[in-house]
């Protein structure tokens, strides 16, 4: 009879199928492996890393955001005026010469005795020191640029001379005091990079006072 023969083929086609299903792998001999000797599968596509091109670079990280431009050492009105200097016509600001040099600022008057005798030792004693700026003003309203260049010309003074101007010497008053306006007094401030500014004792200063004055304002 073919029956039986027919129904063995029939399972041992079952029992192949099986056996695949079954996800059995064999090795290259022939041999089963287990579950854990079966070979890894590679990963996806999508979690192995780019390929680079030949010859490019990886990117470079972003450079840093640039600082911002520092604060200026001084922002009070008298520091930030626009005045003019009477010997040259060009105008300045007491806080740019200030960012990077010591300044004395000295107000005072024409007609004042006391005022010429202390311009005339501060001009000898910043002879020769440098990183050094003599600013002064006169805060009389009475007198003018023209008035002002003379006087320093007539004296053979080499700082810096202009006319403060209402707006300019209100604002000293007001942060230095009424006195400051005083000019036989022989008022005197000193600024430093580092933004300080010292009202300092009144009364005439002798040279070594001015160049002491400057060392401890020197940033």
Known sequence: MTTLPRIAALGLVAAVAVAACSGAASSPDGSPMSSTEAPVSAPPASQAPASMAPGSQAPASEPPASEAPPAPAFDQPWATASLTDVSTGQTFRIADLAATQVVIVEPMAIWCSNCRAQQRITDAALEG???VAYVVLTVDPSEDAAALARYRED????GIYAVAGTDAS???????GDLVLNPPGTPMIVTSPDGRATLTEFGQ???????????????
């Open 129 to 131: 020191v440098d990183g």
């Open 155 to 158: 004296n053979g003074f080499t």
């Open 170 to 176: 209100r604002a000293l008053a007001d942060e230095f």
């Open 205 to 219: 200063k002798s040279g070594d006072r001015i160049v002491a004055l400057v060392e401890e304002h020197r940033a």
